[in-house]
């Protein structure tokens, strides 16, 4: 037996018993918050926590870094670019490595401090803390980020709802989707926060209900299409589940609804917009419609008879 | 009696339209004004600090949750108050835990043995090792040998027929790409499992740190075509997740670089959601010898 050989079959018998001998372990972590705002005016400092676990089933040591953040105006995906050199002053993180073991916590914080003489404006964060390789082979490592939104000074407010609209002008019955469509044309991101309200034609409300539950944000220059549901979702049936549907959930008329929104929390609601719909539960109707012609004709006849 | 029954038609319409009834979903915001908690009958400060400590403290709160179809209320301290966390798990293929398996339904998967799987365990299943492997992964929740049987499996479904079919527990950093040949692709899967209380979504990045790479500095090329082929010098990965918006890891074989590239995303809260990507290298004649070093970054992205 060569040299070799032995060596290779030692190797193979090392690799087997690391197998069972290693315990199977975990590497994943946690952090929160996921995604955040901060506003402030030029000169003041604010500090944003952010709080990491190891939740792997060793000891890990972690980097933060720090990038700015554009987002793609088709995918909406955010994009992480190099961090300038010009703004290290006034954003920081109170650390840059560390290590955890199982199950502890640290809490990073983020400093933002904007020179006195910044113009009004707004940018987007991405804060990064990720795990650092142990060893030189090929290694996988978890990270994990936070979009802090800031917005310093009072930079222009700008949204307009180019369009608001219902799944289909006219339904037999709910659930009927309202979409807003907002464009930000504006320096400050946005969190458009409002209700639809549905009235009916003696204009009395009949439903409200969140036009963006989530707090969605629209970024500078990007556009958002917000979706909320009139009635409870379902899946479209038969003809006889339909009529169901209709007659142990009766809604029928002309309704209107408006969208009635402020750009982000705490600001007037200047956003306004109506549609308009009809729910006409025609299956219901015409089995009421020609209960009607039977009962009609049968009295006629019971009429004619006497 | 003709008129009365005549007004049966009329007396069933009404009826059918007095059920339209206004349906009121209150909620506890407007367009000026939202109230994501508050304090009634509590005096003082719930939080303190110093340099060296911060406190949230409370005492005398009665936990707890009630609702009627027109109200919801969720009492008890700060009950109001939560921040979104995401929970990420990155495990690499443990190409030393390789057995056999013989066949596979929705949950199980039966194998040749379960020496060293346990329970809580991530597995990947593979049909067809190689470059076009088909493959999904699973969480072990029972093992009865020979049949491991798993939460559910995410992938594409491979057929397992026990013809170069083989399961692989995914655990920890090191991700062991074997012996590099020219005759063959060789492959290798990272998976990872999300828990994120982030309504819109999120997103799963890949990023490296250098070109997977000798001693010597000497790199095995990025995919530039879309497949990685065999003796083509070619390395590169290709994502479980099918529906990608801004990368090309969902339809083909595409290089990794040091920009963050999206490998997986979703558009809801998470529990346990999982994707793999699977990489590939194929190195060509005369490719220079050694150990091929890379960090592969991972990174949590919450959709905003």
Redesign the interface.
């Given at each position: 037996m060569s040299a070799t050989t032995s060596l290779r079959r030692l190797l193979l018998v090392i690799?087997?018993l690391?197998?069972?001998v290693l315990p199977?372990?975990?590497?994943?972590?946690?952090?929160?918050?996921?995604?955040t705002d901060i506003s402030l005016m030029p000169g003041d400092t604010l500090t944003k926590t952010f709080t990491l676990t190891n939740?792997s089933t060793v000891a890990k040591n972690y980097q933060t870094s720090l990038n700015l953040v554009h987002f793609?105006s088709?995918?909406h995906?955010?994009?992480?670019d190099t961090w300038p050199a010009s703004l290290n002053s006034s954003v920081t993180v109170d650390t840059q490595t560390f290590t955890l073991d199982p199950n502890q916590q640290k809490t990073v914080t983020l400093t933002v401090t904007p020179p006195t003489n910044t113009t009004a404006s707004s940018l987007v964060i991405?804060l990064?803390v990720?795990?650092v390789?142990?060893?030189?082979?090929?290694?996988?490592?978890?990270?994990?980020?936070?979009?802090v939104?800031v917005t310093i000074g009072q930079p222009s407010v700008l949204p307009v709802i180019t369009s608001f609209s219902s799944s289909s002008f006219a339904s037999s019955s709910l659930p009927i989707d309202f979409t807003g469509n907002i464009i930000n044309n504006g320096d400050r991101t946005l969190q458009p926060?409002?209700?639809i309200t549905v009235y009916?034609v003696f204009s009395?409300?009949?439903?409200?209900?969140?036009m963006n539950?989530?707090l969605?944000?629209i970024p500078s220059a990007q556009n958002r299409a917000f979706t909320a549901t009139w009635g409870a979702t379902r899946v479209t049936g038969n003809f006889f589940q339909e009529l169901w549907r209709e007659?142990t959930n009766?809604?029928?008329?002309f309704f209107t609804a408006e969208l009635?929104?402020?750009p982000y929390?705490g600001a007037?609601?200047t956003l306004s917009q109506t549609t308009h719909v009809v729910v006409l539960p025609w299956r219901?109707l015409i089995i009421?419609?020609g209960?009607?012609i039977v009962?009609?004709v049968?009295?006629?006849r019971r009429?004619s008879r006497r | 009696m003709q008129r009365r029954w005549s007004l049966i038609p009329l007396v069933t319409l009404l009826a059918f339209l007095a059920g339209n009834v206004p349906q009121v979903l209150a909620v506890m915001s407007s367009a000026n004004y939202s109230i994501g908690w508050d304090s009634v009958g509590v005096g003082g400060s719930d939080t303190s600090s110093s340099a060296t400590y911060k406190l949230r403290d409370n005492f005398g709160f009665v936990q707890g949750a009630s609702s009627s179809a027109s109200y919801q209320l969720n009492s008890g301290y700060r009950a109001g108050v939560y921040d979104r966390v995401a929970d990420f798990n990155v495990n690499s293929q443990l190409r030393s835990s390789a057995v056999a398996a013989t066949s596979a339904t929705a949950t199980t998967v039966t194998v040749t043995s379960t020496s060293g799987y346990s329970v809580g365990d991530y597995i990947l299943v593979i049909a067809n090792e190689g470059s076009g492997q088909i493959a999904e992964t699973g969480k072990i929740t029972s093992i009865a040998s020979p049949i491991i049987t798993v939460d559910a499996f995410n992938g594409a479904g491979p057929t397992i027929d026990g013809s170069n079919d083989l399961v692989y527990r995914l655990s920890g950093s090191t991700l062991d790409l074997g012996t590099l040949t020219t005759s063959a692709v060789t492959t290798s899967v990272i998976g990872w499992d999300v828990t994120a209380d982030v309504a819109q979504g999120y997103s799963i990045y890949v990023v490296e740190d250098h070109d997977l790479q000798n001693a010597d500095s000497v790199p095995i090329a990025d995919v530039a075509d879309g497949t990685v082929s065999v003796g083509a010098g070619e390395y590169g990965a290709i994502s479980s997740d099918t529906s990608l918006a801004s990368s090309t890891f969902d339809t083909a074989d595409t290089a990794i670089t040091s920009a963050l590239q999206q490998v997986a995303s979703r558009s809801d809260n998470s529990f346990s959601t999982r994707d793999f990507l699977t990489l590939k290298v194929a190195p060509v004649s005369g490719q220079a010898s050694g150990t091929y070093t890379q960090t592969l970054s991972l990174i949590y992205v919450g959709d905003y």
């Open positions: 690799t087997a690391l197998f069972f199977n372990y975990v590497q994943a972590i946690s952090f929160t918050p996921t995604a939740n793609d088709v995918t995906e955010p994009i992480f991405g990064i990720a795990e390789a142990s060893s030189a082979s090929v290694q996988v490592t978890p990270g994990v980020s936070s979009l939104f926060f409002g209700t009916n009395k409300r009949v439903a409200t209900f969140d539950p989530t969605r944000r007659v009766p809604m029928i008329g009635l929104a402020a929390p007037d609601a219901a009421i419609i209960l009607g009962t009609t049968s009295v006629r009429r | -």
